[in-house]
């Protein structure tokens, strides 16, 4: 009876196929013909490097998020999707309960719009344009702050801080926090944290 009980139990799980709660995904894109590039994801953390390459490289690592009683959502279906219309670039991830880690190489002057619910975004070097909207959690670059002609940071709860060209910083600690720069520079950058902060830091050119 006990034998019995062993080989049904084994068929049983031999009859579900094998979950995955993580998943590693990866690819490049050229960015001769393109302007923007987009990023929407939901849960996790988004970090963007510039780089003198004139490939986009992009590397995702999808996480099941946790329950009590299933454990962790099945990820074995993630893929990153994209898309192209009139030069912008549009990727995401589209599962639902997952967490998300993305770390994006982008080419120099290459504009960059990211879409985060909830975690935070770092940025390190200048890219063209950036436009972020996180809901909740944290927005962080160091860069050259003279190569911007407008920054605007604002966090609904929380705060924000932006060091000038001068190496002062400037900070809002009040509910709707808001700070704007005008330079010198092309560029432009629109920073919005509904709860959380926000902190841009000058970097020599």
């Known amino acids: 009876m006990k034998n019995l009980v062993i080989v049904t139990s084994l068929c049983c799980l031999m009859s579900f196929p094998l979950l995955a709660s993580e998943k590693e ?3 490049q894109f050229e960015s001769n013909e393109l302007s ?21 490289t992009v590397d995702v690592t999808v996480r099941g998020s946790k ?7 099945d990820v074995s279906d993630a893929s990153l ?19 998300q880690t993305w770390v994006v190489k982008v080419p120099r002057q290459l504009a960059v719009d990211l879409q985060l619910g909830v975690g935070s975004i770092n940025m390190a070097g200048n890219a063209g344009d950036i436009s972020a909207d996180i809901g909740v959690g944290s927005f962080a670059a160091k860069l ?10 604002s966090a609904g709860v929380g705060d924000v801080s932006l060091q000038t060209v001068q190496g002062k910083t400037a900070r809002s ?4 926090a ?17 709860v959380g902060d926000a902190t841009v830091k000058n970097t020599s050119l």
């Not at 987009?38 to 510039?50: A, F, H, R």
């Open 67 to 73: 329950s009590w009683l299933f454990g962790r959502t």
């Open 36 to 56: 923007q590039l987009q990023i929407n994801t939901g849960v996790g953390d988004i970090t963007v490097e510039v780089t003198d390459a004139s490939q986009i």
């Open 25 to 27: 995904l990866t690819q």
């Open 144 to 153: 050259a702050v003279p190569e911007f002609k407008n920054i605007e940071l």
């Open 173 to 176: 600690h009040l509910v709707g």
């Open 178 to 194: 808001e700070l704007e720069y005008a330079g010198p520079g092309e560029h432009a950058m629109a920073v919005t944290v509904g």
């Open 81 to 99: 999707e994209s898309d192209i219309k009139n030069g912008v670039l549009s990727l995401e991830v589209p599962l639902d309960d997952t967490e």
